[in-house]
């Protein structure tokens, strides 16, 4: 796993493009990747963890304005994905991301939602 703002997975990945088929079973995993994201308060608990680089679970839920125990439970999830790791220092425990495709992810969300400066070129880039 790769810090937050490190390159998104790792530059010996072929293109999507030049990659096979996805089949049934890796279907089933990413639509299973993108239900667990389906969700409004774990994809701001990845921006707020994206932007402040660690934050404790009460931090996170007076940002979002919820409850610390519902917070818990969504970065229980998560983590589960390996997409955080968490540290413990004393009664507080600390959330960053560890997968350094998230932000990018995030961003390319965004990037889909504003459709500005994301115009993608006949090679497959973006034009911005």
Do not use: I, W
């Not at 995993?29 to 969700?39: I, S």
């Not at 425990?93 to 992810?105: D, F, I, K, Q, T």
């Amino acid at each position: 796993m790769t810090e937050a703002g490190a390159a998104c997975c790792d530059d010996t990945r072929p293109a999507l493009k030049d990659r096979p088929l996805l089949s049934f079973v890796d279907a089933v995993k990413v639509m299973a990747l993108f239900k667990m994201l389906g969700n409004d308060t774990r994809v701001r608990l990845l921006h707020h963890l994206v932007r402040s680089g660690e934050a404790t679970v009460t931090d996170m839920a007076n940002t979002l304005g919820m409850k610390p125990q519902a917070v818990s439970n969504q970065l229980v999830r998560l983590s589960d994905t390996g997409m955080l790791s968490s540290r413990r220092d004393g009664n507080n425990v600390y959330y960053r991301v560890v997968n350094g495709c998230v932000a990018p992810l995030l961003d390319l969300a965004l990037c889909l939602m504003e459709q500005e400066g994301c115009t993608p070129t006949r090679d497959g880039g973006r034009d911005e």
